[in-house]
C-alpha cells in the first residue's frame, strides 16, 4: 500500500500532513517497506523535508524502510541542500536527473 503526499506540503500543512502520513504508516501495517508517493506535491517549503524525515523516524520504529516514489525535483534539491536525500529514501535516480537539470 501505497501513501501519497498532498498536493500542497508548507509550515501551514505540515501537521495535518504528517497526520495522514501516520494514518497511512498504520494502515501498511506488515509491510516491510513503506512507500511515499510524493507525485502530486506542486508546492512545498524546507517542511516537507521535515515531515518526510519524522515520516523515517516513525518507520525505523517500526523496523521498516521509507521508500519515497515520484519526488520533485524541488523536493530532491531540497534534501540535497540540507544533506539528507539519502534519509528521506528518494530514489538515487532522482537524485542524479535533478543535478543535471
Not at 509550515?11 to 498504520?26: H, I, M, T, V
Not at 511515499?36 to 518526510?52: E, F, H, K, M
Not at 534534501?79 to 539519502?86: I, K, N, P, S, T
Request: with cysteine; glycine share 8%; net charge negative.
Amino acid at each position: 500500500m501505497t501513501t501519497a503526499l498532498p498536493a500542497q506540503l508548507t509550515l501551514r500543512d505540515a501537521q495535518s500532513a504528517l497526520e495522514g502520513l501516520s494514518a497511512g504508516l498504520a494502515a501498511s501495517a506488515g509491510e516491510a517497506v513503506w512507500q511515499i508517493d510524493a507525485g502530486a506535491l506542486t508546492q512545498l517549503d524546507t517542511s516537507a523535508i521535515a515531515v518526510l524525515l519524522e515520516c523515517r523516524r516513525l518507520a525505523a520504529a517500526q523496523k521498516r524502510t521509507l521508500e519515497l516514489l515520484n519526488p520533485p525535483a524541488r523536493l530532491v534539491e531540497l534534501a540535497r541542500l540540507y544533506g539528507v536525500e539519502g534519509l528521506i529514501g528518494a530514489p538515487a535516480a532522482a537524485s542524479q536527473d535533478s543535478g543535471a537539470a
